[in-house]
């Protein structure tokens, strides 16, 4: 039974932060890291000690983890950045909040002696015999170790402690990831023996100067030698376990939201039978519209459930080729139950839920295409814009003009200008898009059109039909997208408040110009009014351009079942990377990288000098990938490094090695080509994450460049959008969980409902009248419908109980590492 683990945060804001510049300020940003890897990095908050960030993340971590750290830094132009304080989550501490954590925590003093990671490979044997009794220990190995020298490297040795016995291994100097093959011997007296207490191990960074460094710890009881006389293998190193000061407050607090999801996922053939309801919910749809299993999902769903529920459905819909079906069961429904033209769509049902998520899914990169050009150009000028009187601050307008200060009015104009100007632009590129526009969408809206005339054909609600479509496609897609562009992945950083402002002006206009006009004047903000004729200028192009965007034969677009979000001849992703020369003499770090255009689909990697796709100068197969990993710092003495391995059909190796910009980009570029792989089945366990230089790897100095990895992989590790690869079991279960939160609902209301008398009889004989024969068909169809889902439910939870029993049984004995 295969597990899944998903951990959702949130930083949200710090507060009372301690000043570390001379200015009496600090430039706080913070460092994300899991298992001591670093995931992510927030943008810098300049000035400020109460900082606001709202950045999220959510990351897939199959083969689990120990515990979650963000550590606020302050950013320095010269010199190291200062660290401020850290906050450690453990996940047991993160998996006991049911609903999630969502708290201020302070911040606590780093201890180094806290600061360890890696693990430790060695055997542990009790000896007993007429000659001699003692404790045996085989040091073989060691990996991930943490850095402790300025090198990016340590000098670790290791000891063994029990009583008033110890031993120590040799000193592997700069390395991460030592081999000792070393076997030492405690000798131990019989009383001994009956002792209790623990087998300590300790790995240590050798300095010549100073004291030395600590590295972790494994504490083995040695009632578990009596036992197991041989134990070996691999144990997580441990910290000291000093108790953490969080300083009474005095280094700030962070506003952190997280929340772990972890799931046991069955084989493929338990869920088909839930697969099987959900397809049939809309293939053949319930007479009674109330008794599918859609419309229970919906009744169970809470509000702050619903957006996972509807981006689950919209992958389990993709997967079976049968998206479209799905939102216009949803659309129809909503349709049919609003009777105000203006209330449609205006909730969070699950049906606009849905739409825009799937939105989301399969127009990503139609959004990128068309935005982005616009949004970067807004970032770079970083114009002062403003249109409220109220908010206009005529010390930050000196740019505007070179004869001084300018007046408010002045600022006003310049400020419809180039308003005007961004927003021609942005319309001029949606409506010019028609072609860009995946097929799949512009079905779904073509459907979406067709429901919505049919419910309200008057002449007066003519613009209805243009106002569905547009609702979704400017109001929930395109302007939160221009509002906040590193939440669609089209800006690496959030905005700075002039630019922000900007793109908050820019999106109320887009969201009128999706209203069609219809609403300007009738708001509080008047101030917006200079914009208007524009905005009213764009409707007809609009109007042009959703009937062209729904002029499309549905027949045409094929739905076939697909593993992946994105086509193969799609571009995931791309841009400028730094890539190693590996041919001819080495040469300096600084210089062996050059830069190069990178693509990404499903099928290949590609580079070439330029971005101009028909000058491509090598690519690498997908399905020969077999390791997407970070690198070493001191491999190159460069940060932010990546290696893709990949192995062609004669079993040969071949290395690139690409540098990023920052440890964001590298972490997206890692999922990213993580994700178009995930199915190879040539994926290796382990790699050497430093490089074969001077006749050694840098990473574990082996001589031998054909030796096993000296690290484990981690290429089930990615961050979670909306390129996620479908898994319709993960997904199914998603499903089955909020079904079972709701199950005592579903009961309550269809199987254990009271009946009225006339239902009664209806149910027991056919001799009532039409009205009662009616209402007690439409409750058995009712219970029917639920019993069956809720059987289905059943049949889950009962294999799960199972699997997890025998897990229990056959494997729970096995695990050694903490």
Partial sequence: MAKNTSLYFRIVEGRSLPAKDVSGTSDPYCIVKVDNEVVARTATVWKNLNPFWGEEYTLH?????????????????????????????????????????????????????????????????????????????????????????????SDPFARILFNNHSAETSIIKKTRYPHWSETLELELEAWELTEGGNVTVEVWDWDMVGKNDFL???????????????????????????????????????????????????????????????????????????????????????????????????????GQGLVVPFLDYLSTREVNHTSDPNTLFRSNSLSSKAMEQFMKAVGMLYLHEVLKPIINRIFEEKKYIELDPCKIDLNRTRRISFKGAASEAEVRESSVEMLQGYLSSVVESIVGSVAQCPPVMRVAFKQLHKRVEEQFPEPENEDVKYLAISGFFFLRFFAPAILTPKLFHLRDQHADTRTSRTLLLLA?????????????????????????????????????????LIDIDQDSVSEVPQRAVFLPSVTVKEGYLQKHKAEGPQLLSRFAFKKRYFWLSSETLSYAKTLDLWQVSSSIPIQCVCVVERVDENAFQQQHVMQVVAQDNDGQIHTIYIQCKNVNELNQWLSAIRKASIYNERMLPCFHPGAYRSGKWTCCLQANRATLGCSRTHSAVTLGDWSDPLDPDAETQTIYKQLLQGRDKLRKQY????????????????????????????????????????????????????????????????????
């Fill in 508 to 548: 109320k206009a887009v969201q009128s110009v999706g209203n069609l006009g219809l609403q300007l004047g009738h708001g509080k903000e008047l101030w917006m009014e200079p914009l208007h004729p524009i905005i009213l200028c764009s409707v007809a192009s609009v109007k042009d351009f959703l009937d062209k």
């Fill in 216 to 318: 972790g710890k494994v504490k083995i009881p040695f009632a578990c030698l009596h036992k197991t006389p041989v134990l070996q293998g691999w144990f997580r190193l441990l910290p000291l376990g000093n108790h953490e000061d969080d300083a009474g407050g005095k280094l700030g607090a962070l506003r952190l939201k997280v929340r772990l999801v972890e799931d046991r996922i069955l084989p493929s053939m338990f869920y088909q039978p839930l697969i099987d309801l959900l397809v049939e919910s809309v293939i053949s749809p319930a007479e009674v519209e109330d008794s599918s299993p859609l419309t229970m999902l919906e009744e169970v769903t809470t509000v702050e459930s619903r957006q996972d529920v509807a981006m689950t459905l919209v992958k389990i819909y993709l």
């Fill in 751 to 818: 199987l254990e409902a009271e009946t009225t008398p006339e239902e009664e009889k209806s149910l027991n004989s056919g001799l009532l009248t039409d009205g009662a024969d009616s209402s007690g068909q439409l409750l058995k169809h009712r219970q029917a419908a639920a019993a069956r889902l809720l059987g289905v439910v059943l049949d889950l939870e009962q294999a799960h109980a199972t699997f997890q029993q025998r897990e229990r049984e056959e494997g729970g004995s096995l695990i050694l590492t903490p």
């Fill in 61 to 153: 971590l199959p083969t689990g983890f120990h515990s979650l750290s963000f550590y606020v830094m302050d950013e320095d132009t010269i010199g190291h950045d200062d660290v401020i304080g850290k906050i450690l989550l453990s996940k047991d501490a993160i998996g006991a909040q049911a609903k999630g954590l969502d708290n201020w925590l302070n911040l606590t003093r780093v201890d180094p002696d806290e600061e360890v990671q890696g693990e430790i490979h060695l055997g542990l044997e009790l000896l007993r015999d007429a000659k001699r009794i003692g404790l045996r220990c085989h040091f073989i190995e060691a990996r991930d170790l943490a850095p402790r020298d300025i090198s990016g490297t």
